[in-house]
């Protein structure tokens, strides 16, 4: 965005010698940090005077009182929001990934590596990773600690990406952290391209303004997720207390690699030395590179299934109650308000996590009971709608679909199901189907608003080879495949049974249903 060309311009140095990282950081450490803010505010056409001018000190303030500082009005506020936005989105898009965490090493050690003022859990995989952080923020926040979680992709605004105590930040605070790595980011932009590097990708832009705020508000634990893979992941700068593995499956190939050796490999890079590792049940050629790699650097491997086990899973009002059985305890008839076995599975994830945060003791009933029950997964086996009965999940790759295949046999009730799927043109769109197709009906194809979407027609081919043709529909509109699905799951033959739409195959898809269907 050309209202932020001065970033870059504040960067440059006097000369055209390269210089070191240790240099830049020297160099930003001697620098009027405030002074060069009000600059990039002013050019920015939103001039912040008082950071400035009246000599007030505002490091102690918090992030929304920062921010209310500076833009006293929510229009300002709003319109300062939308400016910042625009400005990470036309960085590089976290699908095209850098596979590299030295720019962000680099922006966090001229911060003063914020990162190490709080005590983290990271967490990677290929499905799951939302659902469990989520779990695992609502146990530390049932213990009394305030709580810093950062998740991807967002559902429906960029802010949920960046949540404190299960709440995402306000423009305010958006605004305020942004502000405060704005010129850091500047200079380890112009460093890299100055070594013939990109500029700092979206996501890593995000990575390092969550770790900042968390450090700002401040926090006392961050659950992170990690974009995608491990080792080279932005977020692998944080040296976490424990390591969650959910289930590592098939999935972005082109950057993770085609084996599952190779995923695996990349995703143990979070294990850190000395640290606890909380694994879901994996595959024996993904285990051993998990327990190599903890006995490479001296962590506690717990694996469900060997250290760690779900007991029972029934079928209960608005969820499912689990027995959880870790090295410290047997937790009995624990509810959960979510859906599918896959998500008891979670739970089990969550709980030795949390168990292991607290240094491996058995954690108060009480503890357990609160922080489950105030679990929420949006966009993950969510009911948005009850007559008709309207499901919204997020699976867009083949593990997902089998989950998610599973939890509506076992979850509900539903006599018939019709589907509205659409996907990215990266995914495989073939076995996913597969995986659905013994569950649904009738399907419709629709689009989504993204440039990575995969075209609906060519989605739709692909539906027909694996449901047969008369079971596919097209509509491009969500407003008219939503109610086309309805139309064809109340064709239902038996006047007893109970008709089910569900619309999957996207985060992105499901953010947009989410939003057409509840407002």
């Known amino acids: 965005m050309k209202d932020f060309d001065i970033f870059h311009e504040s960067a440059n140095t006097e000369g055209d010698g390269e210089r070191t990282p240790e240099q830049v950081v020297d160099e930003v450490m001697n620098r009027d940090v405030s002074a060069s803010l009000k600059e990039v505010m002013e050019a920015a056409h939103m001039a912040a005077p008082n950071l400035v001018e009246s000599g007030e000190d505002t490091s102690e303030n918090d992030l929304d009182e920062e921010a209310t500082h500076l833009y006293p009005t929510a229009d300002e506020t709003e319109a300062v929001y939308h400016a910042i936005e625009r400005e990470i989105l036309s960085r590089m898009p976290e699908h095209k990934v850098q596979p590299s965490i030295e720019r962000v090493q680099l922006a966090m050690h001229i911060l003063g590596d914020p990162q190490n003022l709080y005590r983290s859990v990271h967490l990677t995989g290929t499905n799951g990773k939302t659902s469990t952080a989520r779990m695992i923020s609502a146990l530390l926040r049932a213990s009394g600690r305030k709580v810093g979680r950062f998740t991807s992709p967002h559902l429906t605004t960029m802010r949920e990406r960046i949540s404190v105590n299960d709440e995402p930040i306000s423009q305010a605070q958006f605004v305020a952290a942004y502000e405060d790595v704005a010129p850091y980011l500047a200079m380890v932009d112009e460093h890299s391209k100055r070594s013939g590097g990109p500029a700092m990708s979206f996501f890593e832009v995000l990575t390092v303004m969550m770790l900042a705020a968390f450090a700002d508000v401040p926090v006392d634990a961050a659950v992170v997720e990690v974009g995608m893979g491990g080792k080279w992941d932005a977020t692998n700068v944080i040296n976490a207390d424990v390591a969650v593995i959910t289930p590592i499956a098939h999935d972005h190939e082109k950057w ?24 879901a049940k994996q595959t024996p050629q993904v285990l051993e590179i998990l327990r190599d790699r903890a006995n490479e650097v001296g962590a506690v491997l717990r694996v469900v299934g060997e250290d760690l086990h779900l007991v029972s899973s029934q079928l209960g009002v608005g969820g499912q109650v689990v027995s959880i059985q870790t090295p410290a305890a047997l937790y009995n008839d624990i509810f959960i308000p979510l859906f599918g076995k896959h998500q008891g599975e979670n739970a089990v994830l969550a709980l030795a996590a949390f168990e292991a945060f607290n240094g491996g003791r058995e954690v108060e009933p009480g503890i357990v009971e609160e922080g489950f029950r105030m679990a929420t997964s949006p966009g993950r086996l969510e009911v948005v709608r009850s007559s008709p009965s309207i499901v919204v999940d997020a699976a867009h790759n083949p593990h997902g679909a089998r989950a998610l295949a599973q939890a509506l046999t076992e979850s509900f009730d539903y006599t018939n199901i019709a589907a509205v799927y659409s996907a990215m043109a990266d995914k495989n769109v073939e076995a ?8 649904v009906g009738d399907i419709v194809i629709t689009s989504m608003d993204t440039p990575r979407a995969m075209d609906t027609e060519e989605i739709a081919q692909i539906a027909r080879d694996v449901f047969g043709e008369d079971r596919v529909f097209v509509e491009p509109s969500l407003l008219d495949a939503v109610d086309l699905a309805v139309e064809r799951a109340e064709l239902n033959p038996d006047p007893a049974g109970s008709n089910g739409v569900v619309i999957t195959g996207s985060v992105v898809l499901a953010g947009a249903a989410r939003d057409l269907i509840k407002h």
């Not at 995923?263 to 640290?275: L, N, R």
């Not at 996913?432 to 569950?439: G, K, M, N, R």
């Open 256 to 279: 993770l690699g085609s084996t599952l050796a190779e995923i695996a490999t990349e995703k143990a890079g979070i294990i850190k030395p000395g640290s606890f590792v909380i694994s």
């Open 432 to 439: 996913t189907l597969a995986e659905l197709e013994p569950v």
